[in-house]
DNA sequence: ACAAAAGTGTTAATCTTACACCCATGT
DNA sequence: ACATGGGTGTAAGATTAACACTTTTGT
């Protein structure tokens, strides 16, 4: 069969951080091209010889040299034949989720430039980014409710204020402190430090731990996690 | 910048029909090519100047000529590089519903054959598409409990003991026949009919209706569907 | 009259929601 | 002593789970 295709296949990635109560987007801001100095969601094309994995763990490297603790493929957008407009090319979008807090991110690299956006506060964006942020939101919004991903976005050992504030945010909604504890505590997946947080004011408090290895045994066992609040 | 990339895009769909009480998946048999005569799901090549969507379209009319109730993007398989023996393809896999009671396949096509497997009767497919289709057929189950898309897969009227039928086999769980009843009926976008269908054994059963206009309605006052038993 | 599938209600148990006061610390 | 955020329990309401007999038809 001769085949003549001519579609050229990226990847990007929708990078999320949480840092002061806001839940981030990264972005970069492009070095080369035609749409140079234009802020854009990490990604590039796939090599001939790499799975797409591989292409957004490079990528990601190459271009921000972050660590995400959790990676997941979203979509393929490929139904805009012209949402790049120097050759048809469709893109396999990957959520990918980081505890920003202490993270560093490179200066020097392929990107001109990199920063962290409050998902509220976003720039415009080139290609069809804005399309893909959003789904990636929702994606995150609801994947929240039913995996324990949110400790991927805060430090391994965080106060329960953080994760309830987390959840709060991101879902955009009230929750019962007392009851987001009790139901969270239910689940015999998170547990007490010994260590309290460095508050400066009120009461100090306890670190809590994500035993991620409970999780996945009680997984196993049949257990579905799910935070779900009127 | 220059690109040199050779990587073929192909679309792919895991069609599934109901009949007999039976979660059935529509394979052709490949016509031409090193894969001759193996089975395969419906799929092939993007063209340079068609949608994603387009080609899954154009791809079911070519090789089954049916008419799908429903087609959602399932997942882009490209981590193995060799999942084709002939060069490198990532493929962007569509699941499609069909009602496939009354369906007529065409004979002849692009595909040599076509045909209806029981899933549990699977026969060796071609590729990954054993991977493919194991996808697919978790993310109807669970996409079963969260989104009337049961209705996609039987007839527009149908007996409440189908549709029972449907989500025991489907989830592979046993289900309370009144608790079912109560709970559908419950959402109020399930109607009786004045009809009632041609059993030949018992008590005649009512035809039912779903009505897609009042759960698009209910979905933007914040329903959701939601069926879910132990 | 019997076989076969349809249709139907109630109760106990569980889960969810709503809600307010005391505690430990720093200033 | 006060301001600040941390920590905790209970009761009412809603939802889910378990369960069996009657109805309507064809044979």
Redesign the pocket.
């Known amino acids: 069969m001769e085949l003549k295709q001519n579609i050229k296949v990226a990847v990007d990635a929708i990078v999320f951080g949480y840092t002061d109560n806001k839940l981030q987007v990264l972005l970069i801001k492009q070095k080369f091209g035609e749409l140079k100095n234009q802020w854009a969601l990490v990604g590039g094309f796939v090599k001939d010889n790499e799975t797409l994995n591989e292409a957004v763990n490079r990528e990601l490297q190459e271009e921000t040299g972050i660590k995400v603790n959790y990676l997941e493929q979203l979509y393929t957008f490929g139904d805009n034949i012209t949402r790049d407009p120097r050759f048809r090319v469709i893109s396999v979008a990957y959520v990918a989720l980081v505890n920003s807090s202490k993270m560093v991110l490179k200066a020097d690299s392929d990107a001109a430039d990199a920063r962290w956006f409050s998902i509220n506060e976003l720039p415009n964006v080139a290609f069809d980014h804005k399309e893909i942020l959003k789904k990636a939101y929702n994606r995150l919004q609801s994947k929240l409710t039913y995996q324990p991903i949110g400790f991927d976005l805060i430090p391994k050992e965080f ?4 994760l309830e504030n987390l959840y709060c945010t991101i879902l955009a909604k009230e929750i ?4 987001f ?3 969270i ?2 689940f015999g997946i998170v547990e ?1 430090t010994e260590k ?2 460095n ?8 670190l809590y731990r994500f035993n991620r290895l409970k999780y996945n045994q009680l997984v196993k066992e049949g257990f579905l996690f ?1 935070i ?3």
């Open positions: 106060l329960f204020s953080e019962d402190r007392r009851n504890r009790k139901k505590l239910s007490e309290f947080g508050k400066t004011k009120g009461r100090p408090a306890k799910d779900n609040f009127a």
